[in-house]
């Protein structure tokens, strides 16, 4: 494969935007008004403007509505939609392509982009199996440009803490962990309704917690196992999940195991009154690790809002609207850092010194390995095991177990019944 001309605007980095959804709203709408006030700046690179230049859609529906929404607020951007918006966005003079579409169309796109040497940003979880990965890692190292993806629960103060303390030797050796996400009907039946059927809540979101426990735990992945909930969101026989239960089995260099389970929902009623739920308990050789939403700090009822147009349970680390003391209102939190973040690691990579150490630059950000795609393999393996043992249990075989790295391959998929495993995939994780 030919490499990839790597002329770019001076001093700034023109983005495209595939995917206008919620976590655009939430997310990348505040990165881009933010960044526009005030460009990224860094000593290894000067001042870097960041615009977003075009978006691509499948149906155009919300492209408007948010320009208007935009405006006066952002510079115009172009926007594509249709069948071939993509194609058309690549056309467009841009750097660096996010991706925040349903999961499953993120391998397509990425590729279209990494070919034609963009820069990629993908929205969790990256791909779906590990042959797709595979074939991002080599396009992307090929034409000389990041791919990465983002875990925005890396940057929660509270899971940074948490790694603090497990890297300098307070919390010694997990023993086992408990992680729980449960979303409300809404999210289901409004916001995903478009591309929910033959999905499953565990791979939307438990991925977070699966990168948080192998980025924050290391250890070798052994083995997976999943059941789940159907009947609400979909037939009570069909391959639609309601909620999941997934569990992970890690190996650690000390020999020992450390297991832990994941259970993901998207039929929470919607006036419950943390609307979101989450909670992780982590118990360790010397101590415990315990956190839970609706236990941060910060509740507020307003009558007729809450907890619908408002939540009871305030998340005011991950992307919210503040009125600074100067009365200069802002949009900040760790969703919005972490795209900055990979905003800034693409400045340095293009305008952090010259041209003849771009490749070192490049090096330096790619071993990045909270958000780089090639270190995604264990997060990924997780996510096809999971996709794998659900398609079983819907066609009648429940109880699987998803073994990592044994004599069969790198993931194999054992039913009970079945003398044989069920090969997913040859190389290893």
């Known amino acids: 494969m030919n490499s990839v001309d790597h002329d770019r605007s001076l001093g700034g980095l023109r983005v495209g935007m595939v995917g206008l959804g919620m976590i655009f709203s939430d997310t990348y709408e505040p990165f881009f008004e933010t960044v526009w006030r005030r460009p990224i700046y860094d000593r290894a690179h000067g001042v870097c403007e960041v615009t977003l230049a075009a978006v691509a859609s499948r149906t155009g529906s919300r492209v408007e509505a948010c320009r208007q929404k935009l405006a006066g607020r952002l510079p115009d951007f172009s926007s594509y939609c249709g069948e071939n918006s993509v194609d058309d966005l690549l056309r467009h003079p841009v750097d660096v392509v996010c991706v925040a579409t349903p999961d499953d169309r993120h391998f397509d796109i990425a590729l ?63 023993n086992h962990g408990y992680c729980s996400l449960l979303e409300p009907k809404s999210i289901s039946s409004n916001q995903f309704s478009e591309w929910i059927q033959g999905r499953n809540p565990g791979t939307y979101v438990a991925v977070h917690y699966i990168k948080l426990i192998d980025f924050t735990f290391g250890g070798k992945l052994l083995s997976v196992q999943c059941s789940g909930q159907r009947g609400i ?108 973040q990979f905003m800034r690691e693409v400045a340095y990579v293009e305008h952090g010194g010259s041209a003849s150490d771009r490749n070192s630059r490049l090096k330096s950000m790619a071993e990045r390995n909270y958000n780089e795609l090639a270190s995604d393999r264990q997060v990924v393996a997780a996510v096809q095991a999971m996709e794998s043992l659900l398609t079983a249990h819907a066609q009648g075989y429940p109880d699987g177990v998803v073994r990592v790295n044994d004599s069969h391959g790198g993931l194999s998929l054992y039913l009970p019944g079945k003398s044989e495993p069920h090969p997913l995939y040859a190389g290893q994780v």
């Not at 009570?236 to 993901?264: C, K, M, P, V």
């Not at 509740?299 to 600074?324: G, M, Q, V, W």
């Open 112 to 174: 279209r982009a990494l070919r034609a040497g963009k820069h990629v940003l993908i929205e969790k979880p990256s791909v779906l199996e590990l042959s797709q990965l595979d074939e991002l890692v080599a396009v992307a190292q090929s034409n000389k440009v990041l791919a990465k993806v983002v875990y925005h629960k890396l940057l929660d103060p509270d899971h940074k803490r948490l790694r603090t303390l497990v890297m300098n030797g307070s919390l010694r050796h997990v």
């Open 233 to 340: 969101v979909g037939p009570a026989t069909g391959n639609t999940w309601d909620s999941t239960q997934l569990r992970l089995n890690y190996r650690y260099e000390s020999g020992r195991d450390a297991t832990f389970d994941i259970h993901t929902s998207w039929v929470t009623p919607n006036n419950f009154p943390g609307y979101v739920e989450q909670e992780v308990q982590f118990r360790f050789d010397n101590g415990v690790w315990l956190a839970h939403g609706r236990r941060r700090g910060v509740e507020c009822t307003i009558e007729d809002r809450t907890p619908t147009d408002f939540k009871i349970s305030l998340n005011n680390h991950y992307s919210a609207a503040f009125l600074e003391p100067w009365n200069e209102t802002t949009r900040r939190g760790y969703g919005v850092e972490a795209i900055e």
